[in-house]
């Protein structure tokens, strides 16, 4: 090694010392905007489901989810319980559901969610589950017993279920419509465009088709869409298009929030008079309801989405 080459290195070894080690993570990220805070939960109402749940040990996705609008649904009498267990064959990128091969399915877990039902004093009790690729029926007997379970323990409470896409094995979709609960809905999440990028193992237009074929058997329907992934306005006009274009009825707007460092990042917080616009499109375009806000998620508000 020459004297000069010997020199360089030394030189740049120093400068290497010197300069500050940047966070680039940190750097870029978004500062969360004044409107994006979220109140205490407060009210007789939500002390007293939050005392029961406590009590008998019960759990709700409202809880696991650090949902932001929990207090102001347990008001309401509404609660958000999942099935099928914890663990997704799928891995979007912007959910915090662990990944993984699932266990085995809980025969007994359709009883337990309609005890908890039963026991909360749930007037309107949202199901969701995470992907089950795994299994033929993509968990749809376990939706169709839980309903019904539901139903038997509860005979006064309404119900939304937030269905996967079933992989677009349309006989196991039927199963859900055999037993016509009052709301269906499957999420679109984001446009078209990032779809890939969002929920990489979904179709944007297999999502479309769940909405369609819902619909088509007489389903109630919802979709929700996250904003403030990189999407532009005129994208976001097409989905809620595309969206009426297959007949849903509820649309739900929010803003994603990146549950960890390791999933997609904010690209912006989109503001709230950006979202008041997009709620008058929508019902300008048809819908029934838009819940649209930095802080609406999908079953937001859901036990008014009621219509006959």
Excluded at 102 to 126: C, L, Q, T, Y
């Amino acid at each position: 090694m020459t004297s000069l080459v010997f020199l360089w290195l030394i030189i740049a070894q120093r400068i290497m010392q010197e300069l500050p080690i940047v966070n680039v993570e940190t750097e870029t990220r978004i500062k969360k905007p004044d409107w994006l805070r979220v109140k205490l939960p407060i009210g007789e109402s939500y002390k007293h489901v939050r005392g029961l749940v406590d009590k008998h040990k019960l759990h709700t996705i409202c809880e696991s989810g650090s949902c932001p609008n929990m207090g102001e649904c347990w008001g309401e009498g509404t609660a958000t319980f999942m099935i099928l267990g914890n663990i997704c064959t799928r891995s979007c990128g912007f959910c915090a559901v662990q990944t993984g091969k699932p266990e085995e399915v809980d025969e007994f877990e359709p009883g337990r969610v309609a005890n908890s039902v039963k026991i909360m004093g749930v007037k309107h009790a949202v199901v969701t589950s995470v992907d089950r690729d795994d299994l033929k029926d993509g968990g749809a007997g376990i939706w169709a017993q839980t309903v019904r379970a539901i139903r038997q323990q509860s005979p006064g409470t309404t119900l939304e279920t937030l269905i996967p896409d079933f992989a677009g094995k349309w006989e196991n979709l039927q199963v859900l419509i055999d037993v016509a609960p009052e709301i269906v809905s499957h999420n679109l999440e984001t446009v078209r465009r990032l779809t890939k990028q969002v929920r990489i193992q979904a179709k944007y237009d297999r999502s479309l088709e769940v909405l369609f074929r819902l619909k088509k058997g007489g389903m109630r329907t919802k979709s929700g869409v996250m904003l403030g992934l990189g999407e532009s306005e005129d994208e976001v006009i097409e989905t809620m298009q595309d969206l009426r274009a297959v007949g849903v009825d509820i649309l739900t707007l929010g803003q994603y929030l990146q549950p960890t460092p390791k999933h997609l990042p904010i690209v912006e917080f989109i503001e709230p008079m950006q979202f008041e616009k997009y709620r008058i499109l929508g019902l300008e375009m048809g819908f029934r309801f838009v819940e649209s806000g930095p802080l609406v998620r999908s079953s937001y508000h859901a036990e008014k989405h009621l219509f006959d």
